[in-house]
């Protein structure tokens, strides 16, 4: 073969030496394939301008080597020799070949017992997974939710027909209803805190920061007299319920129900971020239930509901077990405790329904809407305490709350400054301001504190 594309031999087995020139055309539709495929190979590479030195190709039963010679004459010349595979791989097909008639040779050879054993094999070890495997991984992840305290996947025990193994699911089952029913007694985070840490309860304290919470429902003995106890009961378990979810749901540990009062506090026993503002989102919350409850309570009591007090403060407690080693409780204690406890009630006198402190106004204010109304002598404390009305969200605060508090802004800020204190605009403002009950009350508890000695007799 030349660059003129012309053959000069072409001969394969069975085929006799064609003439002594082959034109390009002849050899494309030669009646051997082989030649045929040859040839294309031959022409694609040559008219690509890649056909290599030296080259090798397959096609059908037969192997193409093509040799390129270097120039000579002005022209170029390729050898290609068309060779039957088997000169080339020898008997390795009909090796192949054997081989696999053995293989099919060794599967007929399977009988029907060998696949009774085997299948014998497969049904028990299902069998070993249903009746020990299944049940096992069951109970493991029953035992892992107890661990946690987390007993809402709890189900009656699964049955096994190995005795050992339904007795261990029967206990497990014991032991969740027994923790579940011991989970309403004990603050279930107090709980999980100890098994996550691995700690062993003893009695002791030691220094934190908490945000303490109070809420005690208002004329609780009145209300009982005159409604009867099953009545007052009803609206106190339907109030708590709801309130005490929101709590826990806003992060709260629940530390107690004192009678008809609520004590909560966050940040403890694991600290969280911003939990007096929790401590505000909770509060909101559950004056949003209240008046959902009261709405269903007028309803149902002919007109009667119930109202509530809160007081709010954060800042250091004591904070462990205290108790004996038999029966501990897990709580807060110190002047924090004490100035929370002693805001709720000062809510009575003020007709406010949340007071709070400077240390839960100060890093909420910029959500919530605070606004002053004096200072207050809390007995076991020295000095006066600034004292803060909670009045809810600043983006929904009711038109006329928002416009009472942009009134009194300038009376908020004054009373925010220790040294500054100027009664006379607030008596100015309550002038103006008759229907503003909490801010006329503030005034009749704290002018006296308030008010330079040579006037306060002209304002009583």
Known sequence: MVDSGLFMVASVPGYPVANASLTRYYALNHPNATVRNVVRYWLDH??????APFSWIESDNYIDVELVSPE???LRWWLVLVSPQSDFTGNLPKTNHDTLVKVKTIAASVTVADFFVLFVLLAAITMFA????SPLTRLATQLRLIAHMDFSHSGPAFHSVLTELEDLAHQAQHMS?????????????IVKHLIRNQLEPTIGVRREYATVFFLDICDFTKTMDLMGAEAVIDMLQSMFEAFSEILLRKGAVIDKYIGDAIMAFWNLPEAIDNHEGLACDATYEILKELEAQNEYFR???????????????????????????DRMNYT??????????RLEPLGKDLKSVVCVSDAIRVPCEKLYAFRCLGYAKIRGFE????????LGRLDSLPPEMARLLREYREIDQRL?????????????????????????????????????????????
């Open 299 to 325: 309803k149902k009591y002919n007109g009667f509901s119930m109202h509530i007090r809160i007081g709010i403060h954060a800042g250091p407690v004591f904070a462990g077990n205290v108790g004996s080693r």
């Open 46 to 51: 040559l008219e690509g301008g890649v056909l």
């Open 177 to 189: 209803v027994a923790l579940k029913h011991f989970s309403k007694y004990v603050p279930t985070a």
């Open 383 to 390: 000095g006066f305490v600034r004292v803060h009305e909670f």
């Open 416 to 460: 925010m400054l220790e040294d500054d204190q100027h009664p006379e605009q607030l008596r100015e403002y309550l002038q103006s301001h008759p229907e503003d009950f909490v801010a006329n009350n503030a005034f009749h508890v704290f002018h006296k504190r308030m008010l330079p000695q040579s006037s306060s007799s002209t304002l009583n």
């Open 130 to 133: 249903t009746l020990i495997i």
């Open 72 to 74: 000579s004459g002005g």
């Open 332 to 341: 807060v204690l110190g002047e924090t405790v004490n100035l929370a406890a």
